[in-house]
């Protein structure tokens, strides 16, 4: 079993545990292999028991793993390890993800999600055509392993906290089965709207939620035993995230208030109207104001990632996020109202966000004090203390982290070298353990990956970027190598100098790691627009299809490059995908001089498409002023300076980037004779559904790059700047 001592000791002792479990290290890397490391999500706690449980994703078939607590031996000893199995044996690269993965109140079952949600024609997608069809439905399993049981359609599973009972949501409507019958799943509440948020009251009674109607929502509160439905406190706004108070007497939730919705691409750094916090007796129905954001920085809403934005947690408080010093934080305040107290003080970014059973503790990762990494910290629910970090630093990042039933804390975990995997941490003294045993590839080599470096660059407006830089391992000094800039998508989206904590951007290291290994200098950049640098970072002035600021952040790494003693100018590359498709798009319709050539996955061409695919009403002569700005920040406005050849890859079922995006382009670029390489994966959506198109992808991409500026001579180049 491997183990280790202090996070500084992960590599060295997962490779250990890789030669002694047989998987003999290659010296080379491949990306078939990088692609098949397993990738862990969705990390919950048992209630009781101590064991936690995660989603694991391997070359494409996707099960629910559990890890249960077992004596500890060696520096162990008297501590209660843990051991994984696999609860679920699907196998199959068939699309069909695992989420939303949960335990039941007495811990011996998990509730899970299978499959995608339906677009707006109510057609769930099926990448790998299967023709027995594909549904998004809930299922549960015996902890203890066993033959997964579907509930119904639908997603969202919520386990009674006081019975077998489970509620989700299908098509907008709730639904419950109660898992000690063999009763079918049946709709539970007979309302309006599109039902979120769900809520159950501690003693399992009574379940809240949030309906939302278009314009605006309301809270919802249905009485099982009566079958009454109530909604509390019904106004004009928008009310949303419900949760009980822990004697079940009262609601809490999130008001904001009702605005016409901002135009995509206009900076969110205030709000009209605050928004506020909301308490209501649950019995009687009234309900008052206890809380309201001031005006400014933070009076608009901006989240964290967690199950809820809001926690009733103990000594009668309320912990939520607010970003009122321009960095996303959590406060709490007295349920009966007050000032609120900040627990996560500083320049740094909250993310992943959970509570102790016992309420009295929040627990959640933050790029504090390590800026380009994620690191766990705890603070009590009532400021009362200093957050404090959980473990020795590692020098990696670590996310989803939750406390088990016996006080332990589980997490994801990777470092720069080892991907993401669960890990165990004990924190009183930062002692680890990382489940990985027998999980790694055959062939995967984490002495054959490099560490990135964080560089700050300069945009061409002068604004600093971050950026993280990967250098061959064989570069030697005078030499001149051809260079790659990656753009990952979003835009709300930060890369790390780790391996990545979400499934697209975990393959785009692993890629940006194999074009390291192949002799690329790569150039991952953090553009205005991106996450974890505050408010005016993410909120930047003219981006996107406000003015399209961000191309400054692509010349300037254009640039940077250009200028660095082991770049041949001569030969730097582009790609990314999404809103990273987008901007490689723009560094080659309006910099072809510059950037030799690019790979464009499934990007924005034209932005007033790219926003109807959000928003289906949206007209251009709505307002034209707006829409001709638009059109100037896309790249089919100056596609008429597009001399690179590029290679676009999208899939014809693209929910997030119409289809029409690439076909438009591709049309337009043929038109002016711009050599251009194409791969299609008919019935794929945006995020890649099938690991063998992951794998696809990316092997057109290097075979692309390879071809076009590993041996493309410098006089052909000289020549296409001559055009």
């Known amino acids: 079993m491997t183990r280790i001592t202090r996070f500084a000791g992960t590599v060295a002792a997962l490779a250990c545990s890789a030669t002694l479990s047989g998987q003999n290290a290659a010296p080379s890397l491949s990306i078939d292999t990088l692609l098949a490391t397993p990738f862990p999500t969705d990390l919950v706690a048992a209630p009781a028991g101590g064991a936690f449980a995660w989603v694991s994703s391997h070359s494409g078939a996707h099960n629910i793993l559990i890890a249960d607590p077992v004596p500890g031996t060696g520096p162990f000893a008297g501590r209660s390890d843990r051991r994984w199995r696999a609860v679920t044996t699907y196998t199959g690269d068939d699309g069909l993800w695992i989420t939303d993965l949960n335990f039941t109140s007495d811990a011996q079952t998990l509730v899970y999600v299978r499959g995608d949600g339906a677009n707006r024609q109510g057609e769930s997608p099926n990448p790998a055509q299967l023709q027995d069809g594909t549904e998004q439905a809930v299922f549960a399993v015996p902890a203890a392993g066993g033959a997964p049981k579907k509930l119904g359609v639908g997603n969202g599973p919520v386990p009674s906290p006081r019975s077998s009972r489970v509620a989700w949501v299908s098509r907008g409507q709730i639904w419950s089965v109660d898992l000690a019958t063999t009763e079918p799943g049946a709709r539970l509440v007979n309302a309006r709207g599109g039902a979120a948020g769900l809520a159950w009251s501690p003693d399992g009674s009574m379940l809240a939620f949030s309906s939302n109607r278009g314009t605006h929502s309301y809270i919802g509160v249905f009485t099982l035993a009566t079958r009454e439905l109530r909604y509390i406190d019904p106004s004009l706004d928008r009310d949303t995230n419900p949760v009980w108070s822990l004697d079940g007497s009262r609601l809490a939730w999130i008001r904001q208030f009702a605005a016409p919705r901002p135009r995509m691409f206009s900076p969110r750094r205030e709000a009209d109207e605050p928004w506020s916090l909301r308490v209501a007796d649950v019995t009687s129905g009234q309900a008052k104001q206890v809380w309201k954001a001031d005006p400014g920085y933070g009076s608009a809403f901006q989240g964290v990632v967690s199950d809820s934005q809001l926690y009733w947690a103990a000594g009668d408080r309320l912990v939520f996020p607010w970003e009122k010093d321009g960095w996303v934080h959590l406060y709490s305040v007295p349920a009966t109202g007050g000032t609120a107290a900040l627990l996560t003080p500083g320049n740094f970014e909250v993310e992943y966000v959970n509570i102790a059973l016992d309420r009295t503790r929040m627990i959640y990762n933050s790029n504090q004090d390590d800026i380009d990494r994620r690191h766990i910290w705890t603070v009590a629910v009532d400021g009362s203390s200093k957050p404090v970090g959980n473990a020795t630093r590692s020098n990696g990042s670590e996310w989803q982290p939750v406390f088990t039933s016996d006080g332990l804390i589980a997490a994801l975990h990777a470092d720069a070298l080892m991907p993401p995997h669960a890990m165990l941490i004990w ?94 200098i790569v150039l991952s950049v953090n553009y205005r627009s991106g996450i974890g640098y505050g408010l005016e970072f993410r909120e930047a002035l003219n981006y996107g299809a406000s003015g399209g600021a961000e191309f400054n952040d692509v010349m300037g790494a254009g640039l940077y490059l250009k200028g660095r003693a082991d770049v041949d100018p001569a030969r730097i590359g582009l790609w990314g995908g999404s809103y990273g498709g987008y901007l490689t798009a723009m560094g080659l319709s309006r910099a072809s001089d510059l950037f030799a050539a690019g790979v464009d996955f499934h990007g924005v061409h034209d932005w007033n498409q790219g926003i109807r695919t959000f928003i289906p009403e949206y007209n251009v002569l709505d307002d034209p002023d707006f829409s001709r700005r638009a059109f100037a920040s896309s790249p089919m406005a100056t596609v008429d300076g597009w001399k690179s050849p590029v290679l676009l890859i999208h899939g014809d079922d693209d929910r997030n980037v119409s289809y029409i995006e690439s076909i438009n382009l591709i049309t337009a670029l043929r038109k002016r004779n711009v050599d251009v390489e194409q791969l299609v994966f008919p019935d794929e959506v945006h995020d890649f559904l099938r690991h063998q198109n992951w794998v696809r992808g990316y092997k057109a991409a290097a075979d692309f790059f390879n071809r076009r500026l590993k041996t493309q001579a410098r006089s052909t180049r000289n020549q296409n700047r001559q055009e």
Not at 430 to 452: E, W, Y
Not at 499 to 515: D, I
């Open 427 to 520: 924190p009183q003294d930062g002692h680890a353990h990382s489940l990985l045993d027998n999980m790694l590839p055959a062939g995967f080599d984490p002495a054959a990956l490099v560490t990135p470096q964080s560089v700050t660059i300069t945009a061409t407006d002068g604004l600093p970027i971050p950026t993280q830089l990967f250098l061959p391992k064989n570069l030697t000094a005078g030499e001149r190598r051809p260079a790659i800039i990656f753009f990952h998508g979003g835009s709300r989206r930060q890369m790390l100098t780790t391996w990545h904590y979400n499934y697209y951007y975990r393959n785009a290291y692993a890629m940006n790691q194999w074009l390291a290994s192949q002799g690329y």
